[in-house]
């Protein structure tokens, strides 16, 4: 499966974006989902993950809250509706699809394709 991030921006802290990954090649619904984001010089980490029908949902700690993630398998796409941003959300945001598990992970090596990534930028 093909993968495409998009969405990104620059927002000022507090303010709101939705980043779209649009999937093609494969059947989306038999891929479980995931959003990870890379900071500037740091390691890649995971932020939210959905099953393949999206009854199973998993969030990390840091954006709990104000981070949504949800899937329309019809339209073959991946959402993250992002809230009350901070300057520490800034990344470059990736989507990912795991073809192996039903319980979306949280590790990098979990995931099996990735989109090209889109950059999120955060002002304070």
């Known amino acids: 499966v093909q993968l495409q991030a998009s969405g990104g921006g620059l927002v000022q802290a507090g303010g709101s974006l939705r980043l779209s990954c649009s999937g093609s090649g494969g059947t989306f619904s038999e891929y479980g989902m995931g959003w990870f984001r890379q900071p500037p010089e740091k390691e890649r980490e995971f932020v939210a993950g959905?099953?393949?029908?999206?009854?199973?949902?998993s969030y990390a700690n840091s954006i709990r809250g104000r981070f949504t993630i949800s899937r329309d398998n019809a339209k073959n796409t991946m959402y993250l509706q992002m809230n009350a941003l901070k300057p520490e959300d800034t990344a470059v945001y990736y989507c990912?699809?795991?073809?192996?598990?039903?319980?979306?992970?949280?590790?990098?090596?979990?995931?099996?394709?990735w989109g090209q990534g889109t950059q999120v930028t955060v002002s304070s």
């Open positions: 990912a699809a795991d073809e192996r598990y039903y319980v979306p992970g949280r590790e990098v090596s979990d995931y099996d394709y």
């Open positions: 959905i099953s393949r029908n999206g009854g199973t949902i």
